[in-house]
């Protein structure tokens, strides 16, 4: 069982450029949600999905898309980078939204300069 | 404003040794509590969950302690490992929706 996969693990990026940020679960999980990390700070939640086709936004969303068009797959897209985007981003799946027993990935490590 | 507040920031001690990390919470109406260890450059792995009613539970050498009256949880590490070197972050979970808040962590160093 691979878990939860994130790809890639590292990125630079200048300023005003867009990637997304790739997300495959195969566990079956209903919940999936993206977070970032910064230093001193907690977790924080982008976008979430309780489902297929079923996208809502965290506490911080600005500047993200996101899309869930199967169960495994949840991209997070930066549509215009910006240094303020720098940051540790992590998936994490669960069950259902009710679980909070996540299951997370390895992160990618974002660089914009 | 719900918020979770861990202490201390970072904690240095020798193998072997016990130690123990603090999260104060405002989080309410309050569903559960959980602790959370990050090895670096790794995403966070669950240890514990603890609901209202509990106030101890155990996951090998770590202990949970919540006290939902004064909003306080501890998680004890007995005997610490050079492998439990990581940051252990405290979540509360607000019952009226789905998320969650997050401290900031606490980053645990054992020295041989």
């Known amino acids: 069982n691979a878990g939860v996969t994130q790809t890639p693990k590292f990125q630079v990026l200048k300023t005003g450029q867009s990637m997304t940020l790739q997300c495959a679960q195969d566990?079956?999980?209903?919940?999936m949600s993206w977070y970032r990390q910064d230093p001193g700070m907690g977790l924080r939640l982008i976008h979430y999905?309780?489902?297929?086709?079923?996208?809502d936004q965290g506490e911080v969303p600005n500047g993200y898309n996101v899309s869930r068009s199967t169960t495994e797959d949840f991209p997070l897209r930066l549509l215009s980078a910006a240094p303020s985007q720098t940051s540790v981003y992590f998936c994490?799946?669960?069950?259902?939204?009710?679980?909070?027993?996540?299951?997370f990935g390895s992160g990618t490590r974002l660089t914009v300069v | 404003k719900n918020q979770v507040e861990q202490s201390p920031q970072s904690l240095i001690i020798l193998e072997g040794k016990n130690c123990t990390l603090q999260?104060?919470?405002?989080?309410?109406?309050?569903?559960?509590l959980r602790w959370y260890k990050q090895d670096t450059g790794r995403g966070p792995v669950s240890l514990t969950i603890?609901?209202?009613s509990e106030n101890t539970k155990s996951n090998g050498r770590y202990t949970a302690t919540l006290d939902a009256d004064t909003k306080q949880s501890s998680l004890h590490i007995t005997a610490s490992q050079l492998s439990d070197s990581a940051s252990y972050i405290c979540?509360?979970?607000?019952?009226?929706?789905?998320?969650?808040?997050w401290g900031a962590g606490t980053k645990l160093i054992i020295k041989p």
């Open positions: 566990m079956n999980h209903e919940y």
């Open positions: 603890m609901t209202f």
């Open positions: 979540v509360v979970s607000e019952d009226s929706n789905y998320q969650l808040i």
């Open positions: 999260c104060n919470y405002t989080v309410s109406p309050f569903s559960n």
């Open positions: 999905s309780v489902g297929a086709g079923i996208t």
């Open positions: 994490a799946s669960s069950s259902s939204v009710f679980n909070y027993g996540y299951t």
